[in-house]
């Protein structure tokens, strides 16, 4: 029996991909499926499927994905996830997810970074629909006994002797008992936006505290400095509101007032992908231009000139949220945006089979590091979570016995050391953010760093969100170069003798952070 933690897209995915080997998994989630960020999901996922007459191929995708990561994935592990894709991408359609489609071929989309339109999508809500796919697919598994779905579980400590994980705790949230599962895990419990509460597009219940608890345990992070900025996102109450990539992809445009007329920036400083380059690249050009003389300080997002038919196909779900949140229609008017933090390329260290440096312990999905370097391209994330789940699930041996235990009820310390108090959360999130911001210099993230070490956590929770924290500002120190997400203003350009994994490890309580190579690229699979 496989444990496996977490029931968004790679928790789903390893489920199934076990499960179809005939090799039984318990799903463990701190909410239901229904409610796991991935439901969030927009724009679409990437797949060369060369439905658009643009003689796509994955050996493209391959290119622009490590092109768009600053050439710091491994490249063998983006071979496989960009020729696996198609695959994926029917499968996800033989599930049932309604991807739009002409003449009964599948439509795809331009998103950021690619030069060819490989975005597959179901309107503005691809995450719900592949989301609903995985679930039902689950479902018929749950009814042959090979998953076994343990939602209102958080993961309170992973069990590791020797370096070998033999298995977790959770705790049964609503009947407050406390159970074991076995060996082998999969964690597949997302980013890091716990760090960030109120400054984040993802779910604040994706805490941090499943790879804060596998850090403690042992298990290396990779590449932590890298947190991408999407470039348009909206603060309201409570978070940021993503206005998905998919908005330019079907001919959004940005612009600054310069002089009293908008000027279409990206379009000028950047010809050849104009509003579509890299997130990394668009958002920090937004913040540039706001200093150009005669600018104002604010960007805004044209949707102004899309057709009719495209906001009823393509883009609906998009116009109503901006509506019902903004109270603006994108037909009638530009919205403001600004960048805000999005993604995670950082995360557990896994090997191109998704192992991570414990035994016994995978991870899959946004919280492993893998794919997608230095900058994600949209419409990846989606396709690495499905792929990853079901690489940790080839790569977990048929013959693993297990059993799930319940122990009694937690203890009022357990319990207790469980809690983050928000007045924490928001203390921790100013220290890290007031330095470590899109530009970052080693005054501003010492200066972080400090004011970091001056909080006091009363709790083991608070402890390990500060230990991640620490973890993140000292990869960011480490890495003298500007590469993709991280850009160092005192070290302005790329340098390729950073062209390594960053790896973060603790012993005794220390942090150590070094560097790894990046594998060479063997022949194609
Ligand atoms: C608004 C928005 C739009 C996006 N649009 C796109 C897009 O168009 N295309 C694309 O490719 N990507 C997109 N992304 C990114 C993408 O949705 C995510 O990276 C991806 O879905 C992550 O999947 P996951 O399975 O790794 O994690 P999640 O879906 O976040 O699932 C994490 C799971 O872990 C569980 N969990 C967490 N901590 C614990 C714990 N301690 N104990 C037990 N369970 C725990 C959660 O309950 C959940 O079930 C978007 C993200 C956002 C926020």
Redesign the pocket.
């Given at each position: 029996m496989v444990t496996i933690?977490?029931?968004?897209?790679?928790?789903l995915s390893a489920a199934i991909s076990l499960a179809e080997r005939g090799i039984p998994s318990n799903l463990?989630?701190?909410?239901p499926?229904e409610r796991?960020?991935?439901v969030?999901?927009?724009?679409?996922?990437n797949a060369a499927l060369d439905t658009m007459g643009e003689g796509d191929s994955w050996q493209e995708h391959f290119a622009d994905t490590m092109r768009g990561g600053c050439d710091l994935a491994d490249p063998n592990a983006v071979a496989g996830l960009t020729s696996h894709a198609p695959e994926i991408a029917r499968w996800l359609a033989a599930l049932g997810v309604p991807f739009a489609r002409e003449d009964g071929r599948m439509v795809q989309r331009s998103f950021g970074g690619q030069k060819k339109k490989r975005t597959a999508y179901a309107k503005s809500s691809?995450?719900k629909a592949l989301m609903t796919a995985l679930i039902d697919e689950a479902r018929k598994y749950e009814a042959a006994g090979l998953i076994h779905r343990l939602p209102h579980?958080?993961?309170i400590d992973l069990t590791v002797e020797n370096g070998v994980c033999c298995g977790a705790r959770l705790w049964d949230t609503y009947a407050d008992t406390v159970l074991r599962c076995g060996a082998p895990v999969v964690l597949?419990?997302?980013?890091l936006n716990g760090l960030f509460p109120g400054m984040t597009?993802?779910?604040v219940?994706?805490?941090g505290?499943?790879a804060a608890l596998a850090f403690a345990r042992g298990a290396a992070l990779a590449n932590l400095e890298m947190i991408q900025y999407h470039p348009t996102t909206v603060q309201i109450s409570g978070k940021r509101m993503?206005v998905?990539e998919a908005s330019r992809g079907e001919g959004g445009r940005l612009c600054v007032m310069r002089n009293g007329k908008p000027w279409y920036f990206m379009e000028e400083l950047y010809p050849e992908l104009g509003n579509l380059m890299p997130r990394d690249v668009v958002s920090r050009a937004m913040v540039r231009v706001c200093d150009v003389s005669g600018c104002e300080k604010q960007v805004y997002l044209d949707m102004t000139g899309l057709d009719a038919a495209i906001w009823r196909g393509r883009l609906p779900d998009l116009r109503a949220e901006l509506i019902h949140y903004l109270a603006l229609d994108p037909k009638k008017t530009p919205i403001p945006v600004s960048p805000g933090i999005?993604?995670f390329m950082g995360g557990l260290y896994v090997d191109e089979r998704h192992r991570t440096t414990v035994s016994e312990l995978y991870a899959a999905?946004?919280?492993a590091c893998q794919y997608h370097g230095a900058n994600r391209l949209?419409?990846?994330?989606?396709?690495a979570?499905i792929y990853g789940g079901k690489i940790a699930a080839r790569n977990i041996r048929a013959d693993v016995a297990g059993s799930v235990e319940k122990l009694g009820r937690l203890s009022d310390e357990e319990r207790e050391n469980l809690t983050v108090s928000p007045r924490f959360s928001l203390s921790l999130r100013d220290a890290l953010l007031s330095d470590l911001g899109m530009v970052r210099s080693e005054a501003d993230l010492k200066r972080s760093l400090s004011a970091v070490d001056a909080l006091e956590p009363r709790t083991a929770a608070e402890r390990g969100c500060l230990t991640l924290g620490r973890a993140m500002l000292l990869s960011a120190l480490a890495r003298k170069e500007s590469r993709g997400a991280h850009c160092r203003a005192d070290f302005p350009e790329r340098d390729e003798a950073f062209h390594k994994t960053t790896v973060a490890t603790i012993a005794d309580g220390e942090i150590a952070v070094g560097f790894q190579a990046i594998p060479e690229r063997r022949a194609e699979p």
């Open positions: 933690i977490g029931a968004g897209l790679a928790g463990v989630s701190q909410q499926s796991a960020q991935s969030l999901a927009e724009g679409g996922i691809t995450g579980h958080e993961l597949a419990c997302g980013g597009t993802g779910t219940h994706n805490t505290g499943a993503l998905s999005h993604f999905g946004e919280c949209g419409g990846n994330s989606m396709l979570a």
